[in-house]
Protein backbone atom coordinates (compact mmCIF):
# COMPACT_ATOMS: atom_id res chain seq x y z
CA UNK A 1 0.00 0.00 0.00
CA UNK A 2 0.99 3.18 0.08
CA UNK A 3 3.03 5.33 2.47
CA UNK A 4 3.43 8.89 3.12
CA UNK A 5 6.18 11.04 5.09
CA UNK A 6 6.36 13.89 5.59
CA UNK A 7 9.55 16.82 7.09
CA UNK A 8 10.06 18.15 8.74
CA UNK A 9 8.13 17.34 11.94
CA UNK A 10 8.06 20.79 13.33
CA UNK A 11 9.19 23.88 11.42
CA UNK A 12 9.20 27.68 13.74
CA UNK A 13 9.47 30.51 11.00
CA UNK A 14 9.56 34.23 11.44
CA UNK A 15 6.14 36.34 10.88
CA UNK A 16 6.53 37.27 7.22
CA UNK A 17 8.59 34.51 5.78
CA UNK A 18 7.91 31.39 3.79
CA UNK A 19 7.32 28.09 5.03
CA UNK A 20 8.06 24.71 3.14
CA UNK A 21 6.35 21.54 4.09
CA UNK A 22 7.57 18.16 1.63
CA UNK A 23 5.90 14.92 1.42
CA UNK A 24 6.96 11.75 -0.67
CA UNK A 25 4.92 9.12 -1.87
CA UNK A 26 5.27 5.50 -2.22
CA UNK A 27 3.38 4.09 -4.90
CA UNK A 28 3.46 6.14 -7.95
CA UNK A 29 -0.11 5.58 -9.60
CA UNK A 30 -1.40 7.78 -6.38
CA UNK A 31 -3.02 10.44 -8.32
CA UNK A 32 -4.80 12.75 -5.35
CA UNK A 33 -2.92 15.01 -2.52
CA UNK A 34 -4.44 16.90 -0.30
CA UNK A 35 -3.27 19.35 2.67
CA UNK A 36 -4.91 19.35 5.70
CA UNK A 37 -4.42 22.39 8.97
CA UNK A 38 -5.42 21.50 12.24
CA UNK A 39 -5.43 23.91 14.49
CA UNK A 40 -4.84 23.28 18.12
CA UNK A 41 -7.93 21.23 19.65
CA UNK A 42 -9.72 21.72 16.51
CA UNK A 43 -10.54 19.52 13.30
CA UNK A 44 -8.23 19.17 10.47
CA UNK A 45 -9.11 20.98 7.31
CA UNK A 46 -9.06 21.02 3.48
CA UNK A 47 -6.79 24.03 2.67
CA UNK A 48 -5.43 22.96 -0.50
CA UNK A 49 -4.92 19.74 -3.11
CA UNK A 50 -3.96 19.15 -6.15
CA UNK A 51 -4.65 16.06 -8.72
CA UNK A 52 -1.81 14.03 -10.59
CA UNK A 53 -2.52 15.78 -13.63
CA UNK A 54 -1.35 19.18 -12.26
CA UNK A 55 1.90 20.44 -11.49
CA UNK A 56 1.04 22.96 -9.28
CA UNK A 57 -2.14 25.05 -8.02
CA UNK A 58 -2.47 28.33 -5.75
CA UNK A 59 -4.46 29.80 -3.70
CA UNK A 60 -3.46 33.22 -2.19
CA UNK A 61 -0.81 32.87 -0.06
CA UNK A 62 -0.79 29.03 -0.30
CA UNK A 63 0.54 26.76 -2.89
CA UNK A 64 1.07 22.82 -3.45
CA UNK A 65 3.49 21.65 -5.67
CA UNK A 66 3.93 17.88 -7.53
CA UNK A 67 7.15 16.17 -8.73
CA UNK A 68 5.79 12.80 -9.85
CA UNK A 69 9.02 11.81 -11.45
CA UNK A 70 10.76 12.20 -7.82
CA UNK A 71 7.01 11.23 -6.16
CA UNK A 72 7.21 14.24 -3.93
CA UNK A 73 4.54 17.12 -3.03
CA UNK A 74 5.01 20.28 -0.86
CA UNK A 75 3.20 22.96 0.53
CA UNK A 76 4.37 26.24 0.17
CA UNK A 77 3.16 29.20 2.71
CA UNK A 78 4.39 32.96 1.99
CA UNK A 79 4.10 35.75 4.04
CA UNK A 80 3.64 34.08 7.13
CA UNK A 81 0.99 35.14 9.64
CA UNK A 82 0.75 34.03 13.34
CA UNK A 83 -2.61 32.70 12.55
CA UNK A 84 -0.78 29.94 10.29
CA UNK A 85 0.40 28.71 12.89
CA UNK A 86 -0.85 24.84 13.23
CA UNK A 87 -0.19 20.98 12.24
CA UNK A 88 0.00 20.64 8.90
CA UNK A 89 -0.74 17.19 7.29
CA UNK A 90 -0.42 16.09 4.15
CA UNK A 91 -2.05 12.73 2.46
CA UNK A 92 -2.38 11.06 -0.90
CA UNK A 93 -4.88 8.54 -2.10
CA UNK A 94 -4.31 4.92 -2.77
CA UNK A 95 -4.18 4.40 -6.83
CA UNK A 96 -6.79 1.62 -6.36
CA UNK A 97 -9.35 2.31 -3.86
CA UNK A 98 -10.27 6.19 -4.06
CA UNK A 99 -11.44 6.42 -0.25
CA UNK A 100 -8.47 5.06 1.21
CA UNK A 101 -6.36 7.65 2.66
CA UNK A 102 -2.69 7.79 4.16
CA UNK A 103 -1.28 10.90 6.03
CA UNK A 104 2.01 11.67 6.87
CA UNK A 105 2.16 12.14 10.58
CA UNK A 106 2.14 15.85 10.45
CA UNK A 107 4.32 19.33 10.46
CA UNK A 108 4.16 21.79 13.59
CA UNK A 109 4.39 24.91 11.99
CA UNK A 110 4.99 27.75 14.25
CA UNK A 111 5.08 31.40 13.16
CA UNK A 112 6.64 34.40 15.60
CA UNK A 113 6.04 37.67 15.41
CA UNK B 1 -25.74 23.94 9.23
CA UNK B 2 -23.80 21.33 7.41
CA UNK B 3 -21.36 19.58 9.94
CA UNK B 4 -20.52 16.21 10.75
CA UNK B 5 -21.83 15.68 14.66
CA UNK B 6 -19.39 12.52 16.82
CA UNK B 7 -20.78 11.52 20.18
CA UNK B 8 -19.76 11.53 22.73
CA UNK B 9 -16.77 13.79 22.81
CA UNK B 10 -15.47 12.83 25.41
CA UNK B 11 -15.34 9.19 27.13
CA UNK B 12 -13.38 7.49 29.59
CA UNK B 13 -14.42 3.37 29.91
CA UNK B 14 -12.21 0.23 30.58
CA UNK B 15 -11.20 -2.56 29.19
CA UNK B 16 -13.20 -4.95 27.15
CA UNK B 17 -16.77 -3.05 28.00
CA UNK B 18 -18.29 -2.53 24.29
CA UNK B 19 -19.01 1.07 23.04
CA UNK B 20 -20.23 2.73 20.07
CA UNK B 21 -18.66 6.51 18.75
CA UNK B 22 -22.07 8.10 16.62
CA UNK B 23 -21.26 9.55 13.78
CA UNK B 24 -23.63 11.83 11.69
CA UNK B 25 -23.70 14.63 8.87
CA UNK B 26 -26.48 16.47 7.31
CA UNK B 27 -24.92 17.07 3.79
CA UNK B 28 -25.97 14.16 2.30
CA UNK B 29 -22.72 12.41 1.19
CA UNK B 30 -22.04 9.56 0.17
CA UNK B 31 -18.30 9.15 1.33
CA UNK B 32 -17.78 8.77 5.20
CA UNK B 33 -14.19 7.47 6.94
CA UNK B 34 -12.90 7.22 10.67
CA UNK B 35 -9.29 7.98 11.26
CA UNK B 36 -7.46 7.74 14.96
CA UNK B 37 -5.39 10.84 15.78
CA UNK B 38 -2.19 9.99 17.77
CA UNK B 39 0.67 12.09 18.37
CA UNK B 40 3.33 11.25 15.82
CA UNK B 41 1.77 9.25 13.89
CA UNK B 42 -0.71 11.39 12.35
CA UNK B 43 -4.39 10.38 11.62
CA UNK B 44 -4.84 6.85 10.41
CA UNK B 45 -7.80 5.39 8.64
CA UNK B 46 -9.62 2.79 10.01
CA UNK B 47 -12.67 2.23 7.99
CA UNK B 48 -14.40 4.36 4.99
CA UNK B 49 -17.43 4.07 3.34
CA UNK B 50 -18.13 5.00 -0.04
CA UNK B 51 -21.85 4.69 0.61
CA UNK B 52 -24.57 2.99 1.77
CA UNK B 53 -24.11 -1.18 2.70
CA UNK B 54 -20.23 -0.78 1.29
CA UNK B 55 -17.63 -0.32 4.23
CA UNK B 56 -13.80 -1.08 3.47
CA UNK B 57 -10.82 -1.50 5.58
CA UNK B 58 -8.34 1.41 6.34
CA UNK B 59 -4.69 1.26 7.87
CA UNK B 60 -5.64 -0.17 10.90
CA UNK B 61 -9.11 -1.85 11.27
CA UNK B 62 -7.57 -4.16 13.98
CA UNK B 63 -10.63 -4.04 16.80
CA UNK B 64 -12.99 -1.98 15.44
CA UNK B 65 -16.08 -2.65 13.53
CA UNK B 66 -18.33 -0.58 11.30
CA UNK B 67 -21.49 0.00 9.79
CA UNK B 68 -23.59 2.18 7.06
CA UNK B 69 -26.83 1.05 7.18
CA UNK B 70 -28.33 4.91 6.07
CA UNK B 71 -26.79 7.37 4.38
CA UNK B 72 -26.03 10.11 7.39
CA UNK B 73 -24.86 7.64 9.75
CA UNK B 74 -21.46 5.74 10.29
CA UNK B 75 -20.84 4.52 13.71
CA UNK B 76 -17.76 3.13 15.02
CA UNK B 77 -17.47 -0.24 17.15
CA UNK B 78 -15.20 -1.45 20.01
CA UNK B 79 -16.61 -4.65 20.81
CA UNK B 80 -13.99 -5.32 23.49
CA UNK B 81 -11.93 -2.03 24.18
CA UNK B 82 -7.68 -2.04 24.93
CA UNK B 83 -5.97 -0.06 26.15
CA UNK B 84 -4.22 0.60 23.29
CA UNK B 85 -7.12 2.20 21.59
CA UNK B 86 -7.22 5.32 23.53
CA UNK B 87 -6.82 7.59 20.88
CA UNK B 88 -8.43 10.50 19.57
CA UNK B 89 -10.75 9.67 16.85
CA UNK B 90 -12.35 12.06 13.82
CA UNK B 91 -15.26 11.02 11.86
CA UNK B 92 -15.16 12.71 8.14
CA UNK B 93 -17.46 12.82 5.60
CA UNK B 94 -17.39 13.94 1.66
CA UNK B 95 -19.65 14.13 -1.45
CA UNK B 96 -18.11 11.70 -4.05
CA UNK B 97 -14.75 12.83 -6.09
CA UNK B 98 -15.81 15.56 -8.54
CA UNK B 99 -13.56 15.21 -12.13
CA UNK B 100 -10.66 17.12 -11.26
CA UNK B 101 -11.74 19.51 -8.64
CA UNK B 102 -10.98 19.30 -4.78
CA UNK B 103 -12.57 16.25 -2.69
CA UNK B 104 -12.84 18.09 1.10
CA UNK B 105 -13.47 15.74 3.53
CA UNK B 106 -15.54 17.57 6.43
CA UNK B 107 -14.04 16.81 9.92
CA UNK B 108 -16.08 16.41 13.14
CA UNK B 109 -15.03 17.72 15.95
CA UNK B 110 -13.29 14.42 17.61
CA UNK B 111 -14.00 11.93 20.06
CA UNK B 112 -11.30 11.50 22.92
CA UNK B 113 -11.82 7.86 24.14
CA UNK B 114 -9.24 6.79 27.23
CA UNK B 115 -9.74 2.98 27.81
CA UNK B 116 -8.37 2.08 31.11
Known amino acids: GENVEQHPSTLSVQEGDSAVIKCTYS??????FPWYKQELGKRPQLIID?????GEKKDQRIAVTLNKTAKHFSLHITETQPEDSAVYFC????????????FGAGTQVVVTP | EAQVTQNPRYLITVTGKKLTVTCSQN?????MSWYRQDPGLGLRQIYY???????DKGDVPEGYKVSRKEKRNFPLILESPSPNQTSLYFC???????????????FGDGTRLSIL
Open chain 2, 92 to 106: ASSPPPGQGGSWPQH
Open chain 1, 27 to 32: DSASNY
Open chain 1, 50 to 54: IRSNV
Open chain 1, 91 to 102: AASEPDSWGKFQ
Open chain 2, 27 to 31: MNHEY
Open chain 2, 49 to 55: SMNVEVT
